[in-house]
């Protein structure tokens, strides 16, 4: 049984930072790609960020320079450390784990985490 369990969201003024951390269980986990996605109200779930499982990196443009995405395969961990939050990354943050082969978006997903930027 696949499990993704996020944890790190909560409420942070503009500017501010947080390092939302992801747990997988029920995978390899060294072997999958791992995705951060988020969904604000009334828009569609985008990916922010996504690590390959040699450690190679994509962002989106909205969050280059602020966010960086890195991977404890020791600890079976993802972690997505935001700085320079702005009020327009208040969304709920979803973590996800490809299938093996398969694109961003495909097999498992956490239950999500909200993170809030006050302005």
Known sequence: QVQ??????????????LRLSCAASGIIFSRHAM???????GKE???VAGIRSGG?????DSVKGRFTISRDNAKNTVYLQMNSLK????????????LLYGDYGSGFWGQGTQVTVSS
């Open 4 to 17: 993704l369990v996020e944890s790190g969201g909560g409420l942070v003024q503009a500017g501010g930072s």
């Open 35 to 41: 995705g951060w996605y988020r969904q604000a109200p």
């Open 45 to 47: 779930r985008e990916l």
């Open 56 to 60: 190679s990196a994509n962002y989106a």
């Open 87 to 98: 009020p327009e990354d208040t969304a709920v943050y979803y973590c996800n784990a490809p």
